[in-house]
């Protein structure tokens, strides 16, 4: 292991499947001189804990489970030269790109990096983001948490539990707890619909007859030492609890998974701008951020469902940043700036180089789930085309590919979506 | 064979750890006994955490003496016993014409009280805090208040006061109390204990323990108030500790910076009939937020990481209720503790060896005594104190905790203090993992595990804070499931 | 006349399965039709679980079914890997359990894990 860095040409932040993806493809590009920082033990971020399959059918063509994918990802790195200096936590990132770290063993880290590649993942959103009210007793946890105890420490969090939020974490530790023995009561979803796959809620929910409330919330949590029950309530269309519905669930575990936030607090010291609509850096086509030298990919950026498009993503990033360290800055004509129009929630990346010669895939999600439905561009005058759509959700992240020629001359383009009926278009 | 002490303090929050604290430098044997796993788990666990300037108490009243005294020892102290602790001075804000009638009346009782307080007006004001809604058009400044760890205060006079001989006896509720031959028997469950003199500062039980004593009667009402914790993005939101004033609607709330950097907005105050439920209700943070909202337009609350609740220990006298009581012997009471409590705890302390003279004890200083802590903050140290700590110990290489960048040493050090904690919750309050943004999301199975590594409790025993509050079931894969 | 949603995609079409035939309606393309009649004569599932892992840095091993098993197996299967104890090295793949519970499907390891203290 390597001691005492002072400096090198490629710092990855983090090795999860976005820093892995890019640390390869930097080292494919060209760059021979690369370390991936790792706080945790094992390289592969979140994926040894997701022992579930649904992983790599995009990437792969095969359907892996967490461990598997991030073997496969480890398995390309050992052919290169990428160095993962794990049980290493990044401190802070100057905007100069000076990196200070501290590891148990490697002990006090400062040195200075040519290029970075921030790939920090996320957190989980906690009781504290909903206000969650009631009794503060042991047994609530966010389900991340959960699944760490469960599936690495190997300890069963709870024997009856109830889950708030439907997203594909929720429902995937709704199977994992009941397939170690434990009996969940209900899965609680805000909103009228989950924001997980299809999939998970036929494998997870169905399967089991595990009963999911749409349109309900747990308004308060019982219990003195240990948790000893929830009270649940349906919610009206402002989300808000109406008084009359609310029925007691008794249990001794409440999962929470309410959403998760990229984890940007390096990203803040290094200067890096942000975009309040993502929580992640504000990207161009390349994942630069408005930081010279430093580039983000994965759900640092913004959050991914599927880990394909979070390796892709890393791959972008790695040549990106190869380029980079190979050729200087690359886009000297400026950018276009990418806004999200009526019905979309955000986009990735949120400015294109203006010169920009490649195909550009442009990642957003809608803030409502729609049928029948078009995606639609415009720039400052006109719409510039349209993509149709059986079906969108702000749970399944969307993406359309815009051709270079479409945007020469260029200013803003705006990305929207809207319903289509029979009639023709309408918001 | 019971065991005897010349004192017994009964309740180990902030104020009966500083009667420990100032009596373990005499040459007397001490018990502190408290009913929870752990010290400062009551109305010291939650609340404000402001060292009052001492404007706000009635004059000649025991608030108002021992508001300005402690507020005038929190700077050496807290360097003394490396407590964290900020003089961020505190506005009282006045919006309109009643408001500025009462800061004439705080004012006035600041002066009488001898505190440095100034009215300042609004341009001075909207210098002062920038994010000040515009209809603010005055203030009571008082430079000389401040904030503080409220646990690491209370840990920190519990730890010395170990350190110099004084016994404390945790998980222990004390069932009755009798006077018999001179000195108090003190029921413990199954076991008694003799102490010449006793010391009451039981916190929101207080007034069961004086009616257990025979002592003068009084009577606690729980007083429940409720924050908001918000992140650190929102942490400079305001410089000072910002107060309001009394209106129709109830009494103001405040915001504040915390000394970890974090806003605290908070609290109301609704009386209780329980007093060990500390849960949070949405009604009371809906009121907290809006009350809120008169100062500001700037706090983000989707940053919020925590909602907590408060418990104050009202009584009713109307003043703090200390000193020797008339009908019971050797009795002294430390009790309606509300605000300024936490303020006054070490200036009371210092007026206790006098009362326990008025007994017959002798209460001579003995020869050697620590007065003081070191405590190691990873987060605060610089890089050369970061690189002479993990040189001296690699532990302090590891971080534990993310979001406050703590380290496993940090963690170590705690589980091997004078007090060693047992819970998730007793490591949070001696390191600050968990009370980050992710509030224990990283954090908490890490903790876990040095919890049980290090002071030999099974992985399953280990438990979030009172007692009963286990975090796992136990190990997956076990056959006959 | 059963009633499912086609999870192979994310449109989730609402299928109409003969539960005599096996014929399927409701479907927008030819997997959708497959799943359908597969899911309705016989849906099967992998299992994803752990099992105990001595001698490595980790506790617990991920394990999976190398193919599917009946959908009416999965709570016994998962009982099944209760008690079994790996032991490290293990290579990904590796069989942990051969022909789990009678259902002719062998539990395999997810990851490598190396021997350590």
């Known amino acids: 292991m390597r001691m005492n860095l002072k400096k090198v040409q490629l710092a990855v932040i983090g090795a999860g499947p976005a820093g892995m993806a890019a640390a390869k493809a930097a080292w494919e590009n060209g760059i021979r001189d690369i370390v991936i920082l790792e706080r945790g033990s094992v390289p592969g971020g979140i994926l040894p804990q997701c022992i579930h399959n649904g992983f790599g059918l995009h990437r792969f063509r095969e359907e892996l489970t967490g461990p598997e994918y991030a073997q496969r990802d480890l398995e390309l790195l050992k052919q290169t030269g990428v160095e993962i200096l794990c049980d290493t936590m990044v401190l802070s990132i100057s905007p100069e790109r000076h990196i200070d770290a501290v590891g148990k063993e490697s002990g006090y880290q400062s040195f200075t990096a040519d290029a970075i590649i921030l790939a920090m993942g996320c957190r989980e959103r906690t009781a504290g983001a909903i206000s969650l009210a009631g009794s503060r007793p042991s047994g609530i946890f966010s389900a991340g948490t959960a699944q760490r105890y469960i599936n690495i420490e190997g300890y069963m969090v709870g024997k009856k539990a109830v889950i708030l939020g439907s997203g594909d974490i929720g429902l995937i530790m709704a199977r994992r707890m009941t397939l170690e023995g434990a009996k969940v009561e209900a899965v609680v979803e805000l909103m009228p619909y989950s924001n997980g796959l299809t999939r998970n809620v036929v494998q997870c929910l169905e399967d089991y007859n595990i009963p999911l409330y749409l349109s309900h919330t747990v308004t308060k949590v019982h219990g003195n030492a240990r948790v000893s029950g929830v009270t649940v309530a349906k919610v009206d269309e402002h989300r808000t609890p109406m008084t009359g519905t609310e029925f007691n669930i008794d249990c001794d575990t409440l999962l929470l998974s309410v959403g998760l936030i990229p984890e940007n607090e390096l990203s803040k010291t290094a200067g890096v701008a942000l975009d309040p609509r993502t929580n992640g850096a504000v990207a161009d086509e390349n994942m630069q951020t408005e930081t010279e030298g430093i580039f983000a990919c994965g759900n640092v950026l913004h959050v991914h469902d599927l880990v394909d498009f979070v390796s892709a993503e890393g791959e972008k990033a790695g040549k990106a940043a190869a380029e980079y360290l190979k050729n200087g800055v690359c886009e000297k004509g400026g950018f276009i700036l990418v806004k999200n129009g009526s019905g979309v929630g955000y986009t990735v990346p949120q400015r294109i180089s203006k010169d920009c010669k490649k195909p550009v895939t442009v990642f957003f999600r809608v803030n409502r789930v729609y049928k029948k439905s078009e995606i639609f561009v415009t720039d400052e005058n006109n719409e510039m085309m349209t993509f149709k759509r059986d079906r969108m959700a702000p749970g399944e992240m969307e993406r359309i590919v815009i051709s270079p020629d479409k945007l020469k001359g260029c200013k803003i383009i705006t990305v929207g979506a809207r319903t289509v009926s029979d009639q023709g278009a309408s918001v | ?481 | 006349m059963k009633e499912l949603t086609c999870i192979v995609c994310p449109k989730g079409c609402t299928l109409q399965v003969d539960e005599k035939t096996f014929k399927v309606t409701g479907n927008s393309c030819s997997r959708g039709s497959d799943y359908g009649a597969q899911e309705v004569r016989d849906p099967r599932r992998t299992l994803t679980t752990t099992v105990i892992l001595e001698g490595a840095a980790r506790k617990r091993l991920p394990v999976k079914t190398d193919r599917t098993i009946p959908k009416s197996t999965m709570s016994a299967c998962a009982a099944a890997t209760n008690g079994i104890v790996a032991k490290a090295p293990v290579k990904a793949g590796d069989v942990i359990v051969e022909n789990l519970l009678g259902t002719g499907v062998n539990l395999i390891a997810g990851c490598d894990m190396e021997i350590r203290q």
Request: aromatic share 6%; hydrophobic share 40%; with cysteine.
């Open chain 2, 1 to 481: 064979m019971s065991k005897s002490y010349d004192i017994a303090i009964i309740g180990a929050g902030v104020c009966g750890c500083a009667a420990a604290f100032e009596l373990s430098k005499y040459d007397v044997s001490s018990v502190l006994i408290e009913r929870e796993p752990d010290v400062s788990m009551g109305t010291t666990k939650a609340n404000s955490g402001i060292i009052h300037a001492g404007f706000d108490a009635e004059p000649g009243t025991l608030m108002a003496k021992y508001n300005v005294k402690g507020a005038a020892m929190m700077p050496k102290l807290a360097k003394e016993l490396s407590v964290e602790y900020e003089q961020i001075g505190s506005l009282v804000v006045a919006f309109d014409d009643a408001d500025q009638k009462t800061l004439g009346e705080l004012y006035r009782r600041g002066i009488q009280n001898g505190v440095n307080v100034e009215l300042i007006g609004k341009e001075r004001l909207h210098g002062m805090e920038p994010n000040l809604s515009d209809s603010a058009v005055e203030a009571l400044w008082a430079p000389e208040a401040g904030i503080v760890s409220p646990w690491d205060l209370c840990l920190a006079f519990a730890e010395t006061a170990v350190k110099n001989g004084c016994e404390l006896r945790l998980d222990s509720p004390v069932t009755g109390m009798k006077r018999e031959n001179g000195v108090w028997k003190i029921t413990i469950e199954e076991k008694t204990i003799a102490a010449r003199c006793v010391i009451n500062a039981a916190g929101l039980f207080s007034d069961k323990i004086a009616e257990m004593a025979g002592a003068e009667k009084f009577e606690i009402k729980p007083v429940k108030g409720q924050y908001y914790l918000l992140d650190r993005s929102q942490g400079n939101v305001f410089s000072h500790v910002m107060f309001q004033c009394p209106s129709a609607a109830g009494k103001g709330v405040l915001i504040s910076p915390t000394v970890t950097g974090n806003l605290l907005v908070g609290p109301d105050a609704a009386a209780q009939l329980s007093r060990i439920d500390f849960g949070t209700d949405k009604n009371a943070l809906s009121y907290v937020k809006e009350r809120a909202d008169v100062d500001t337009d700037a706090v983000n609350y989707r940053e919020n990481i925590r909602n907590f609740a408060g418990l104050r220990a009202y009584s009713d006298r109307g003043d703090f209720i200390i000193g020797p009581d008339n009908k019971s012997e050797n009795f002294i009471n430390i009790a309606g503790m509300k605000s300024p409590g936490l303020t006054s705890a070490a200036a009371i302390a210092l007026d206790l060896p006098g009362m326990i003279r008025g007994f017959g004890l002798e209460m001579k200083p003995k020869n050697e005594v620590v007065t003081t802590r070191k405590k190691v903050r990873f987060a605060s140290a610089n890089e050369t104190e970061r690189k002479s700590l993990i040189a001296k110990n690699p532990s302090y290489g590891r971080i534990v905790c993310r979001c406050n960048t703590i380290t496993e040493g940090e963690v170590l050090d705690a589980l091997h203090s004078p007090i060693p904690p047992k819970t998730l919750d007793g490591v949070k309050r001696r390191c600050g993992t968990g009370m980050g943004r992710c509030q224990g999301g990283f954090c908490s199975p890490l903790v876990h595990e040095l919890i049980s590594r290090e002071l030999g409790i099974p992985y399953e025993k280990v438990e979030k804070e009172k007692a009963g509050s286990y975090i796992v079931t136990g190990p997956t894969k076990e056959t006959g499931k």
